[in-house]
């Protein structure tokens, strides 16, 4: 991939870039199912587990652990354990995190405005 095709005007191709590609790196993570719903989740404020696990109807204890650990490796949440008994653990979305908002926002409109003439292409398509 011609990586100068995806950069901002006046950025150069680092070795980190031709060494893992930024979009596909970025991809890989917000691409799949659980990482969107988590983010758009957590935007109004930080949530416990337990909240996170009854507003994403369908995910398993363990996809939200695996995705939630996922998102704070790549520094998109904090993760905070108050001092109390039962402990209480807090998610929150970073500022990395929350400047998602926007492309997903994007990504939302673009679906919604969009998702009556994919399904009659698709069912064109089917058809054939």
């Not at 990482?35 to 587990?49: A, D, H, K, Q, S």
């Not at 704070?72 to 998610?91: F, N, Q």
């Not at 995190?97 to 698709?122: D, I, N």
Request: aromatic fraction near 4%.
């Amino acid at each position: 991939m011609d990586l100068d095709l995806l950069l901002p005007p006046g950025m150069t191709v680092t070795p980190a870039m031709k060494e893992q590609c930024p979009l596909r790196d970025t991809l890989d993570r917000i691409g799949d199912r659980w990482t969107v719903i988590v983010v758009v989740l957590l935007l109004p404020g930080p949530r416990r587990f337990t909240e996170l696990m009854r507003a994403a109807e369908g995910v398993s204890q363990r996809m939200l652990t695996h995705t939630l650990r996922n998102l704070e490796r790549d520094g998109l949440l904090t993760r905070t354990v108050h001092a109390c008994v039962p402990p209480k653990v807090e998610y929150e979305l970073t500022d990395s995190g929350r400047s998602l908002a926007g492309p997903l926002t994007g990504l939302l409109h673009w679906s919604v405005r969009h998702q009556e003439a994919v399904r009659e292409a698709r069912s064109r398509y089917d058809s054939e």
